[in-house]
């Protein structure tokens, strides 16, 4: 097999530099997106800054936003209930004074997104392009399972990271997703899971379109509002955020939210991380692993995922490469036979090398899982995520 070059630094803002956001010192959410004031943009604490701003004390400010995410956000998951009043009369009948309904009124309850298409796969996975109010598309896939079903989220639309077996990778980043965007992923799929029957939605993972850390802010927000018990009420056990190992952003991604971390890694060593994901360009393996081993909360673990390629990363002497550099973490590791993507040259494994690599991995004491992939057929699998309908060609006139 070609062992894909060492990509040099590009000096494109929109590729696997920094992110552009920073970069270029502006934000990518856009006020299109945004549309400025939407309620489910914020969380319980923010929507309290807000209140506070609109001339309520900390404690009524906080009091009230918690009444109003419960009534929000709070309904009983897939509970036939219409969508909760929002006028002077609902606010009041909350309790909330009227120095407060100005403020909360001119936020939009609505939904931010709306479906454009469904593709339900052979396993009962279904890939869901949905569309921004400016028109952006972005993919989420709802995971059907025998005790719970899950959503992967997306939080960007496409992404800068690069990584050259993911087709996210190849759109660059448009832009951020806002968090009122992805929490009505969540809203939107849980009302789809309740409407399919099955297990209910009770986890996510941020593993779709986007790199959570580079919009870490806004993740951060939704995750709050997902994990509130007055209003989403997600165990925070069975909320996790992937990252390619932006190293910097780890410390607080700990700090600030309940939650658990991904960190995708996919080589055992350098020259071959670097090959396949450029953001080892700027946060090496041992900068990633430094920066885990200071920042890991007392009793907490990570979750390793390595994607396998068939005869790059997948030899015996990798897995021992492997377990070496995790030694020491509290962790998990699971490994991920590769799906088809952008690289030709990166196949999948056979099923003996992967047998044999996750043998050696766990004869180390490794604590490993294999991922099956889940919706390949309709392009629903890990990296396979490129917001679909946007790259269909419209019918000639």
Known sequence: ???????????????????????????????SARGGARLADHDAASLAELLCRAGGTASAARAVAGKVVRHAFGAE??????????????????????????????LDPGPSLEIAERAPAQDDTLRLVLRARDGAL???????????????????VGCARACSFCETGRLGLARQLAAGEIVDQVRIARALAAERGGAPLRNLV??????????????????????????????????????????????????????????????????????????NARFSMAALKEALARSLPQGRRVLFE?????????????ADLLAAYVAGIRCRVNVIP????????????????LDAFVARLSGHGVT??????????????????????????PAPA
């Open 1 to 31: 097999m070609r062992v894909p070059e060492i990509p040099e630094e590009t000096a494109s803002p929109l590729r696997a530099g920094d992110p552009p956001a920073e970069a270029a010192g502006r934000s990518l959410i856009r006020r």
């Open 77 to 106: 998951p897939g509970a036939p209930t219409p969508a909760p009043a929002w006028d002077a009369s609902a606010l009041a009948a909350l309790g909330v004074g009227a120095w407060a309904h100005e403020a909360l009124l001119a």
């Open 138 to 156: 972005i993919e989420s896939v709802l995971i059907p399972g025998p005790a719970r079903t899950t959503l992967c989220v997306s939080s960007q």
């Open 206 to 279: 941020f593993m779709g379109m986007g790199e959570p850390f580079d919009n870490l802010g806004e993740v951060l927000k939704a995750v709050r509002l997902l994990t509130d018990p007055r209003a989403f009420r997600f165990a925070p056990s069975h909320v996790t955020v992937s990252t390619v190992g932006v190293a910097d952003k780890i410390e607080p991604f700990f700090r600030e939210a309940r939650a658990e971390l991904a960190v995708s890694l996919n080589a055992p060593d350098d020259a071959r991380r670097q090959a396949i994901m450029p953001v």
């Open 306 to 318: 390595y994607v396998l390629f068939d005869r790059y990363n997948d030899a015996p002497e990798d």
């Open 338 to 353: 590769c799906n088809p993507g952008p690289d030709p040259a990166l196949r999948p494994p056979t099923a003996e090398r």
């Open 368 to 393: 490993t899982l294999v991922r099956r992939p889940r919706g390949r057929d309709v392009g629903g699998a890990c990296g396979q995520l490129a917001g679909m309908a946007r790259i269909k060609q």
